[in-house]
């Protein structure tokens, strides 16, 4: 299992739409901030409150990364030259994670050290920063989880695409609806936006709910992929 992560972290590493899409994310996001920025307390909250509409950026490379490798055959390779289904399964989800939450991150990073070195904000490190980070990480490894769980399920990067990308848009609908307070709660995006306005309510349930989330769409999308015929 060790070599197979090597292998693909090396293809993620080395994957010019990677790195393609990260660096886009970071210009959108800071063209973003220009109107983000009078929402939020500092330059890290205005950059974490364009997260969900930069989502679609993070759907765009689970699609690219995994679909590719479905229909390139790269994963009936792996199974012929003996590795489990179940390790490719818990490498590739492993990788496809760390990307995307790369891609997620990469524009919190710098507009942080902008932030700090720059502006002169100040971020006060106490222990509703570290529970406002571990809040916002698990909202991200959730984010990640819909498209994986499709590419999964579809094994097919333009299925794998617009099923997401449609989900997306009605998520976007949804947080401008009048349910968008009791939406914002139990949806990822929503979550986000939240920790940005600092109206987390319930960090226990937030971190339930996130839970929840993974622990289905991950059991699923691993039952089939370890049950189906790949063609």
């Given at each position: 299992?060790?070599?197979?992560?090597?292998?693909?972290?090396?293809?993620?590493?080395?994957?010019?739409?990677?790195?393609?899409?990260?660096?886009?994310?970071?210009l959108?996001?800071?063209?973003?901030?220009?109107?983000?920025?009078?929402?939020?307390?500092?330059?890290?909250?205005?950059?974490?409150?364009?997260?969900?509409?930069?989502?679609?950026?993070?759907?765009?490379?689970?699609?690219?990364?995994?679909?590719?490798?479905?229909?390139?055959?790269?994963?009936?390779?792996?199974?012929?030259?003996?590795?489990?289904?179940?390790?490719?399964?818990?490498?590739?989800?492993?990788?496809?994670?760390?990307?995307c939450?790369?891609?997620?991150?990469?524009?919190?990073?710098?507009?942080?050290?902008?932030?700090q070195?720059?502006?002169?904000?100040?971020?006060?490190?106490?222990?509703?920063t570290?529970?406002?980070?571990?809040?916002?990480?698990?909202?991200?490894?959730?984010?990640?989880?819909?498209p994986?769980?499709?590419?999964?399920?579809?094994?097919?990067?333009?299925?794998?695409?617009?099923?997401?990308?449609?989900?997306?848009?009605?998520m976007?609908?949804?947080?401008?609806?009048?349910?968008?307070?009791?939406?914002?709660?139990?949806?990822?995006?929503?979550?986000?936006?939240?920790?940005?306005?600092?109206?987390?309510?319930?960090?226990?349930?937030?971190?339930?709910?996130?839970?929840?989330?993974?622990?289905?769409?991950?059991?699923?999308?691993?039952?089939?992929?370890?049950?189906?015929?790949?063609?």
């Open positions: 299992m060790s070599n197979l992560l090597k292998t693909e972290l090396y293809k993620l590493f080395h994957s010019w739409y990677f790195w393609g899409i990260g660096i886009f994310n970071l959108l996001s800071s063209i973003l901030l220009l109107d983000s920025k009078e929402r939020s307390s500092n330059l890290i909250m205005a950059s974490l409150y364009n997260i969900p509409l930069l989502y679609f950026l993070s759907i765009v490379f689970i699609a690219l990364f995994i679909g590719s490798d479905f229909s390139g055959r790269t994963l009936n390779t792996y199974i012929t030259a003996g590795h489990k289904r179940s390790s490719i399964f818990r490498v590739k989800l492993i990788v496809s994670q760390i990307g939450i790369i891609i997620l991150v990469f524009p919190l990073f710098v507009h942080g050290i902008i932030s070195f720059y502006i002169g904000e100040k971020l006060f490190w106490n222990d509703s570290y529970t406002m980070v571990l809040l916002t990480l698990f909202a991200m490894i959730t984010l990640c989880a819909l994986i769980f499709f590419a999964f399920i579809f094994r097919d990067m333009g299925k794998t695409l617009t099923v997401s990308m449609v989900l997306f848009f009605v976007i609908f949804l947080l401008n609806s009048e349910s968008a307070q009791i939406i914002s709660r139990i949806i990822p995006m929503g979550q986000l936006r939240l920790i940005s306005l600092q109206k987390v309510y319930s960090t226990n349930f937030c971190l339930l709910v996130d839970f929840l989330w993974n622990f289905i769409l991950y059991f699923i999308a691993g039952s089939v992929f370890l049950h189906t015929d790949l063609k």
